[in-house]
């Protein structure tokens, strides 16, 4: 039954996503009030189809496909807990938290925004978020079902992945890929609106130095987490995973200084 609420609770989150995304339809729907409303139920929605998922692992229930293929009963209970996002199902939900965690940040740090631009931003966070929500309950929904027969023990995690960096360096990682999300939108909501000036770059810089700082730090971890695990300089390192990560730190570090550019002498407007 919790397996099945998680799923349900995904499926409302992403009717809330749809509600905000299809607002500018309507002029009497476009309310801060109204966004925020949206925005963190569909948080809670995906908090608790989270949750539900980390009972699963926790009461070792193998009838979940996802669990059977990355728990077992001998799994710590600490590791069960980080098994959650040790697959590709789970690393999606992950995301998809995360993700909704930065939509309701900038929900909830308006800083002086015009309201329309602000809800213009949100918007795009809404379609990013219907995105990946199709994504997961279309091609990569966690609580499939093994019934009427299952497993009396999973296979269990990877034993690679059974180690205490596993424990911060993946949320660390997708807080820094998930955060870039926020500047996209504050590009797309100028262009939409037509003014990308130095008022624009002033408000979408913290968001854009937060996430950059996260993914350096996540970046930093697996680079500890590859030489003390693998040693002899830390091969993992240059795996096409940690690759992924380093060319948006890249990409971010030449941001900021475009943006930093664009703000003090209001030139690299394009490059911005």
């Not at 995360?98 to 740090?109: P, Q, R």
């Not at 978020?129 to 279309?138: E, K, Q, S, T, Y």
């Not at 960096?165 to 797309?188: D, E, K, N, R």
Request: with cysteine; hydrophobic share 60%; proline share 5%.
């Amino acid at each position: 039954m919790i397996p099945e609420l998680g799923n349900f609770a995904l499926i409302l989150a992403l009717c809330m996503a749809l509600l905000l995304a299809i607002s500018p339809v309507s002029a009497a729907m476009q309310t801060v009030k109204f966004a925020r409303v949206t925005i963190f139920a569909q948080l809670g929605f995906i908090l608790f189809a989270y949750v539900c998922l980390t009972v699963a692992f926790a009461t070792s229930d193998f009838s979940v496909l996802y669990v059977a293929t990355n728990s077992s009963r001998e799994l710590p209970f600490g590791y069960r807990l980080t098994a959650v996002w040790g697959g590709h199902e789970g690393s999606m939900l992950l995301w998809v938290m995360i993700l909704a965690f930065w939509t309701a940040a900038v929900a909830l740090f308006k800083r002086g925004l015009p309201e329309k631009f602000w809800l213009r931003i949100l918007v795009v966070m809404a379609w990013i978020n219907i995105g990946f929500l199709l994504f997961v309950l279309a091609t990569s929904n966690p609580f499939l079902r093994l019934l009427p027969e299952f497993p009396d023990n999973g296979l269990d995690l990877n034993p690679l992945l059974q180690d205490p960096g596993f424990f911060i360096h993946p949320p660390m990682l997708y807080m820094g890929y998930v955060g870039f999300a926020v500047a996209f939108a504050f590009a797309i909501a100028a262009l939409w609106q037509g003014e990308i000036d130095q008022a624009w770059t002033k408000w979408v810089r913290p968001w854009t130095l937060v996430a950059w700082c996260f993914l350096t730090f996540g970046i930093a971890l697996g680079s500890w987490w590859a030489y003390r695990v693998l040693g002899w300089g830390g091969w993992w390192f240059w795996d096409p995973v940690e690759n992924a990560s380093f060319m948006p730190w890249l990409t971010g570090a030449a941001l900021i200084h475009s943006l930093a550019v664009t703000e003090k002498r209001d030139v690299f407007h394009a490059w911005s």
